[in-house]
């Protein structure tokens, strides 16, 4: 990873920009996933009320918090948003993790994350998030997956298909190297098969062009915003069966195990503190281990 130091003044620019640039983010998508819910009168269960929103601050004691956006509704079952910025000092324990924090354990770290769990088994759940940290140095993580709870072999390479033009607009090597960090974050050793049908993961990404690095975190982004968007309007007004739904959520159960067992994020949240309903957001509101 290369980094270079650079002065408080610009450091602070930075990640004001970065905190403003994922609260617009968060508002963008609860907007377009809010339309979808009123859009779905003809759906299967287009005969309850359209989802809406409801937002949530929150305060962490070591300086900062940040904000849940929760909806429940017709097409989305449970759908979280989350934005938050949060600084402090990391722990003894936790520093040695962390680059940059050898001689200081302070830290800034801004970010949005979400997940989505339809109601429609064949519609996919859909996970994003991005993320701007610094510690001594500075650096963008994150990226988007799909995980399809039936098959959706074409769901899944529309998925890939947009996250490759947004890979492809910033590095011919970007795809390539993400999609297979992604494949191999994404797994579940005990169960020995992946997640879902990947997407692209990245961290520490600090080029020595700041600009570029923002730009492609904020391509990831309205990228990834705009093809689950597609893909959730192509697939939900699909029929079921109750045997569907019940594979919809026995596969939800590979989803929990990962988060709980293996999820980078949800360490970091626990390990600074942050708010557990945030953390655990990502959690499915049902499902079952056969």
Known sequence: MSDKLVDASTRAERQDAAARWFRQLRDDICTSFEAIERDAADTPLGHQPAGQFARKTWDRDGGGGGEISVMHGRVFEKVGVNISVVHGTFSEEFRAQIPGTEDDGAFWAGGISLVAHPQNPFVPAAHMNTRFIATAKTWFGGGGDLTPLMPADDAAGQFHDGLKQCCDRHGDDYYDTYKKWCDEYFYLPHRDEARGAGGIFYDYLTSGDHAAD????????????????????????????????????????????FNLLYDRGTLFGLKTGGNIEAILMSLPPEVRWP
């Open 214 to 257: 923002f730009a492609f975190t904020q391509d990831v982004g309205t990228s990834f915003a705009n093809v689950y968007a597609d893909i959730v309007r192509a697939k939900m007004a699909q029929s079921w069966t109750d045997e569907d739904r019940h594979q919809q959520l026995v596969k939800r159960g590979r989803y929990v195990e």
